[in-house]
């Protein structure tokens, strides 16, 4: 076998763009840090002559909560597009495209945790998919590429980039001497974890974790050394400071961001058109939305190969029929009336099943529900107990069990009945969530 041959050359470093994801709780900062770092990276643009005019235009921001962006406008002068339910990655990706045709230098994603666990996100698709097949395995065969997809989009802006995540508190038991001098456990705070897909943060240049003490940095990944080991105040300066050094190297050319052609806007509205129709609840929204999905896909009529828009509203039509019999037969297919629990109640929800190591298709078959985002706020704390008493038959010591209940659940109001128990079962290997995967088969 002949040996390929590579080219060879010198490395060099180039000018780059800010790949940069800010994590921490309600309060820690995020959207005030990102707006700070955005002014100091556009004020050094401005003034080293990288770009014209001033800061008017130049930074946007994608507002996932509630506007709550324009609170901080007296910070810095900037776009909005308020982005709202269904948070699926693609309107997440069309609304920073739409922000960086109108010119804007850096665009801040406040938040992307809701393309992962809010109404519409990745998540939701997949507990939507598992509930109507019998290969839970499956549903993740769709959605895997879709997020792989939205994190490949994200990379590719062609503005400077500042994406924020919730975190999700993570606790283990640790063991303690009490004043009379027996043993005994309390749950030890391990680490903040983004509510995003396991490992995102490696796909960024920069990775900070803020505080709840007011946007105080300590950087988990850092390719700049900028916040390596420090704690660092979030400001003006620190984008100016940064700015300099993603523009220190060689000037490279970029390609300019570009409208996607009539073939790929078709494919991206049978593909979102799919992804509405698996979170219809009920027969009326299905025939809406399929309806809708139909109609879009004809206004690309003339300007699309005609055999791939009968495939793409075959696919549609086929998705309908097989969503519309499961309502004609299953449970799932009533009109929800009574309240469902918040997306955080959803993600908490979810983590505590994986802790527990319960399938979540079982305990929407004990509820009879077909989502987790189904499960009626009046049903929580039994489907949390029901999550508990699982995990002990399993073999799991009922006071960990207990103490695995996240800070979600417990706010919302979940109160675990105390182990009937006086003698514990010894708790398997390993805490809570010392060997817990990626809830992705591949």
Known sequence: MADEQFEIRRAVRSQALARMALCGASGGGKTTGSLLLARGMVEYLVEAGHVQGTLEGKIGVVDTERRSAALYAHLVPFDAIELSAPYTPTRYIGAMRALER???????????SHAWAGAGGILETVDLLRSRSSNQFEAWKDATPEQNQFVEDLLGSSAH?????????????????KRDGTRGSKPKKVGMAPVQRAGIEYEFTTMLDLDNEGNVARASKDRTGLFWGKETRLSVEWGRKLMHWLMEGEAIERAASREPSPEEAAEAVAGAGQRALLRCRNLPDLQRVFAESIERLRSYKGKVDGQKLRYWSDSLIEVKDRLKDGFDRARTGAVVTEAVVSPDVVVGLSDFAAACRVEVPWLLERLGVGSLQLVPVARLTEACQALADRAVEDGYDPIKVRAWLPATLASAGVALKEPAVAGAPPARKGGAFDDMKDDIPF
């Open 102 to 112: 109108a010119g804007c230098r850096v665009i801040i994603l406040d938040q992307i």
């Open 161 to 177: 980039l500042i994406c924020t995540m919730r975190a999700k508190t993570q606790y283990v038991m640790e063991e303690y001497t």
